[in-house]
Nanobody, 125 residues
Framework: QVQLVESGGGLVQAGGSLRVSCVGS????????MGWFRQAPGKEREFVAA????????AYEASVKGRFTISRDNAKKTVFLQMNSLKPEDTAVYFC??????????????????WGQGTQVTVSS
């Protein structure tokens, strides 16, 4: 069983930056592709970014491409999401997820096996 704990959320002004982190435990971190999803009030949880175990394969949702960067440090069992040029529409709870899959960067929510509890990101205008 893999446990995921997110941190780093908070309140930031539009145009600002924030980095959220997710630490994994209870499994072999390099056996998993990792993803970030977000859920705004009243909306479905949506894909944001994903990364393969080796960081070779990376995928982004169109609206964050060029502004967000996903990365991982396998030695520290941590995946990061650096968010720049934040917009009010980026406001959501951000969730970290793990999929037992070494290759590729999965983008479908239902593909993921394990989820964290989420961290709130609020962007003020």
């Amino acid at each position: 069983q893999v446990q995921l704990v997110e941190s780093g959320g908070g309140l930031v002004q539009a145009g600002g930056s924030l980095r959220v982190s997710c630490v994994g435990s209870g499994g072999t971190f390099t056996d998993y592709a990792m993803g970030w999803f977000r859920q705004a009030p009243g909306k479905e949880r949506e894909f944001v970014a994903a990364i393969s175990w080796s960081s070779v394969d990376i995928a982004y949702e169109a609206s964050v491409k060029g502004r967000f960067t996903i990365s991982r440090d396998n030695a520290k069992k941590t995946v990061f999401l650096q968010m720049n040029s934040l917009k009010p529409e980026d406001t959501a709870v951000y969730f970290c997820a793990a999929k037992w899959q070494r290759f590729g960067a999965p983008t479908r929510r239902h593909d993921y096996n394990f989820w964290g509890q989420g961290t709130q990101v609020t962007v003020s205008s």
